[in-house]
């Protein structure tokens, strides 16, 4: 019988199987040694789904839930699975994904048609009807039944989504530059989804679905802890945070990313960048607010966020807030407070951890910050990087009435930083990119990738770092937001949203370029493949229109011509 060689990457072995062999068969013959059970594979540095056939040679790795992409497909077909349960019970309803949460999705089922206020109306799920939807899907899981993949032509494809009642997916189908739309049918229901979903229901062991404001979270394992479903607590900020920018979205009078592309292509984006700036700049000025509010009392403001949520230019516009108040903020770089190189504790991998919170000189910082309080006059340290120890800086201050100090930094909300000093003098800010807008009314917008886009186009102007290394180092970053920034940000005292609602079509004009040229022989190339697939239903921004956006802007922290220094 004829065969073809293919390559395990994961046991850098060579095996000989017949033409046309699923991935799903490959997996039962090959000892590919993924410590969870196989989803998906990466063939040929492309994504694909267990039911894809082999025809010719490749170099194949199959990967697990501990693998981003393996939790994305996870992630995608538990939303299907829970899609077509709701059908189920709601039948006169959709269901909706509105954003992402920390371990999941935030779902609502609301009704097909528009009220007489023009808004989709959604059911106050009660924790009976939430519990019936999971035990819906548990059943649907039992019988392990298929996720068949069809392609279809736009036109027919967009007819079922409408059908369906989901007018958004709809639209984005007939605008897409695809004559053919990559369908997934469950027990006879149809929809889409932009990426791979896994081979059955069956594969979805592992989920909670949880009583959430209106609607319920949909809860899936994470990379660093496949085998379970992490307890959840309600996060009140979080989601206030979320509907906060929901209902900017109303003011813009944008609900979803097809609304957004027809505003860029009919050459309206100038009045939706200046009111999404207003209402940023509304926010930093309310913030200033409640800091001079607690004026008597508070005299530290540490703020906090992930990578690439903006916080520079925003901890430089809450200064500038403070200041119309008569307000004079100083600002201490948390940097400067490194414990020398020969003490900074080691990774796993042996490696100087310098994200540690330990990697800061705690007790040092606290001396400082409680004598700056107290009134007395401090020489603050500067680091010197390249020996690796603190160095005189020779700038010295002294608190007046009027001054607030300001300090930023990965661990800023994390309580232990500033263990000694009184709480009740500090004000804590998260800020980050919470994206509240979706592809459509199913497949949410990753924060992530927003975040990714930022930072790929920021490193490649400013650090001379490629987009494929930026990809590359991105799970690194991900672990550690996970390890020191994310289980801190409720105690913040004020969340701020830096996503701005016109930034994905102005980070497509130039992250675009940059993800094209990554060869497909790189590591990198699966990765750039899905971002370029999610940025292909993204509208562009012209170079012309970029020119409305404000120096100030948080966006300029990536794109370049802010007037704020770095």
Known sequence: METIQIFCENTSSLHDIRPGARLSELCKTIDHKCKYRALGAIVDNQLKELSYNVYSP????????????????????LSFLAQRCALDLFPEHRLTFNYSLPSGLYGEIIEKKKGEDGKYKALRLSAEQVALLKSKMEEYVGLDIPFIKKKLPKD??????????????????????????????LDGYADTYYGPLLDSTGYLNLFDVIPYSNGFCLQAPSTSEPWKVADYKYQDKLNEIFKEHSEWNDILGIESLAHLNKAVSI??????????????????????????????????????????????????????????????????????????????????NG???????????????NQQLNDILAGKEVELPKFDFVKGERIPSGRKI???????????????????????????????????????????????????????????????????????????????????????????????????NSSLIFELPLLKYYAEPHLNRIPVTSPAYSESVRMLKFLSHITPLTPEEIVAVPPTSVLREFIGGSSIKY
């Not at 490749?58 to 077909?77: A, L, N, Q, T, V």
Request: charged residues 30%; glycine residues 4%.
């Open 58 to 77: 490749h170099i194949i790795k199959f990967i697990d839930m501990s693998h981003p992409d393996g939790r994305r497909m996870y992630i995608r077909s």
């Open 156 to 185: 027919i494809a967009s007819s079922i989504f409408r059908e369906n009642g989901y007018q958004a997916k709809a639209i984005l189908a007939e605008e897409s530059k695809q004559y053919f739309i990559s369908t997934y049918y």
């Open 267 to 348: 050459g309206k984006t100038a009045p939706v960048i200046q009111i999404a700036e207003a209402l940023h700049e509304r926010k930093y000025a309310n913030i200033a607010d409640m800091i001079y509010n607690r004026r008597d009392q508070v005299k530290l403001v540490l703020i906090a966020g992930p990578s690439s949520s903006g916080k520079t230019t925003s901890s430089n516009r809450i200064a500038i807030q403070c200041r119309t108040l008569g307000l004079n903020p100083i600002v201490i770089e948390m940097d400067n407070y490194f414990v020398s190189r020969d003490k900074t504790p080691l990774d796993e």
């Open 351 to 365: 490696e100087y951890d310098f994200e540690s919170l330990y990697a800061m000189d705690l007790e040092f910082l």
């Open 398 to 496: 002294r608190m007046t009435e009027k001054d607030i100090l300001i300090m930023e930094g990965i661990h800023a909300l994390n309580k232990e930083l500033t263990k000694d000093l009184d709480q009740s003098k500090l004000f804590r800010i998260y800020v980050s990119a919470l994206t509240s807008l979706s592809l459509d009314e199913n497949n949410v917008i990753s924060t992530t990738d927003c975040r990714l886009l930022r930072r790929m186009v920021r490193d490649a102007r400013t650090r001379g770092v490629s987009p494929e290394e930026t990809i590359l180092r991105w799970p690194s970053v991900r672990r550690g937001e996970e390890k020191n920034i994310f289980p801190f940000q409720e105690n913040a005292d004020v969340m701020f």
